[in-house]
Structures are given as structure tokens and as C-alpha cells.
């Protein structure tokens, strides 16, 4: 399978070295852990998950997608990482979580596959680590059924984000291994907004997601100046 289509080897690479850590809360992944509660209830909020086909994008450890799959969805996560993907079918195994189910397959070859196949399509913590991130986001619109809600997460490029999101993140505080975030691949949100209105998206709300490095806590709020969320309405 030709896996170099739009993913950077290196980020693959990356994030498969790690593949083991993904499920201890006290790992690199912790941040994951930590804002995943906010990411559901946020999605939550839009569409409730129960009944409905749900796609995670570029899932990783399958985190996002096994919380979901237990507010009732039927979940397909994709990634193109072989090592993450293996530990999420395993966690899947060992916690017990049905219908949930993974896939080693491109985004954009899922949606010539299977195109409005999906209520909801998430794509969390993804688009800031592939080479061509407007052909992520119109792959998830392809894939979302009309009616349906797409819902993207990413960092915004500006000098507050690069000193939160990588001198704060990865340096200071070593929230997340070093090298995790290059600062040439964050999106500002009018960027990701005119993606999504360009695959006929309609982008109806934003959300940011704050960090205190005191209380070691986070929450989402009106600030999009470094983490933020877009959920996006396809017309139906």
C-alpha cells in the first residue's frame, strides 16, 4: 500500500516509536488523556454519538475513537501508522469496547471508497503533521454524509502558539516529546475555515483549548490563539 500519498514519513515514524506508551495516562501522551473528556463532551454537544457511524481520522492509539465508540457510535478509526493502530485494536481487545474497528488506509482513498459514509467524521490533533492538510479536510467533507457534522482540532501559527505550543510544551514544561509540533505547520484558523468552506463545509462554531501549567489543567474557552476546534455542518 502506497502510504506516502500525503503523510510524512518522519511523522509516522514518530508516532509509532511511541506506539507502546499510548494507553499510560502518565506517558507523552498524557495531554491526549487529559482533553480528551473535553474533546467528547464538546462533539457531544453538537450531535449525540449513540447510533450514529462515526470516522476518527488519523486516530493514532484510538484514544478519541474508544471514547466514543462507549457513548454508543459504531466507529471506524484510519491512520496510517501501523504500530498505533495495532495497540488501539489491542486496547479495543483487552477493555472490551465494541463497535469499534481500525483501519490502515488513507483518508483520501477511504472517501473515493466510501464517500457520505459517516454521521460524524473527526479529525483531532491530525492536520498539523501532514504535508497537505486541505486535502485531509476534503476528504473528511467527502466522507460525512449530507446532514453531518465534521469536527477538526489543530494549532494556530502565530508567535504565542510557537511559544506555548513548542518552546512552553515541549521544552519547558515537557508535556510532549521534543520535536512533536513543527511551528511551519500550523494552521491559523481563517486557513482551516477556508479549507472547510472550499469542501462545502459550513464551519458553525470554533472553540480554544487553554493549558494552566500551575494546576496542570485544561479547558476549552473563546481563546483560539494556540489549540483550538472547528465544527463543521455539511449541508444536507
Known amino acids: 500500500m502506497d502510504t ?8 509516522l515514524a514518530k508516532f509509532s516509536e511511541l506506539a507502546h506508551r499510548w494507553w499510560d495516562p502518565d506517558s507523552e501522551f498524557r495531554p491526549l488523556h ?6 467528547l463532551e464538546w462533539i457531544a454537544g453538537f450531535v449525540p454519538l449513540s447510533g450514529k457511524r462515526v470516522l476518527d481520522v488519523g486516530c493514532g492509539g484510538g484514544i478519541l475513537a474508544d471514547s466514543m465508540a462507549r457513548r454508543g457510535a459504531d466507529v471506524l478509526g484510519i ?6 493502530l495495532k495497540v488501539a485494536q489491542l486496547h479495543a481487545m483487552e477493555a472490551g469496547t465494541a463497535s469499534v474497528s481500525y483501519r490502515e ?4 482513498a477511504l472517501a473515493a471508497e466510501s464517500p457520505a459514509a459517516f454521521d460524524v467524521v473527526t479529525c483531532m490533533e491530525m492536520l498539523e503533521h501532514v504535508p497537505d492538510p486541505s486535502s485531509v479536510v476534503r476528504a473528511c467533507a467527502a466522507l460525512a454524509k449530507p ?9 494556530n501559527r502565530n508567535p504565542k502558539s510557537f511559544l506555548f505550543a513548542i518552546v512552553g510544551a515541549e521544552h519547558v514544561l515537557q508535556l510532549l516529546p521534543k520535536g512533536t509540533h513543527e511551528f511551519a505547520r500550523f494552521i491559523r484558523p481563517s486557513e482551516l475555515v477556508g479549507w472547510c468552506r472550499e469542501a462545502g463545509l459550513d464551519a458553525t462554531a470554533t472553540r480554544g483549548l487553554e493549558y494552566n ?4 489543567r485544561y479547558w476549552l474557552s473563546a481563546d483560539t490563539s494556540v489549540n483550538y476546534l472547528i465544527a463543521c455542518r455539511k449541508p444536507g
Open 4 to 11: 506516502t500519498t500525503n503523510a510524512d514519513p518522519q511523522e
Open 34 to 39: 487529559q482533553i480528551n473528556p473535553l474533546r
Open 79 to 84: 491512520d496510517l501508522a501501523a504500530k498505533p
Open 105 to 108: 488506509v488513507a483518508v483520501e
Open 147 to 155: 446532514g453531518g457534522w465534521v469536527f477538526f482540532s489543530t494549532i
Open 213 to 216: 501549567p500551575i494546576t496542570r
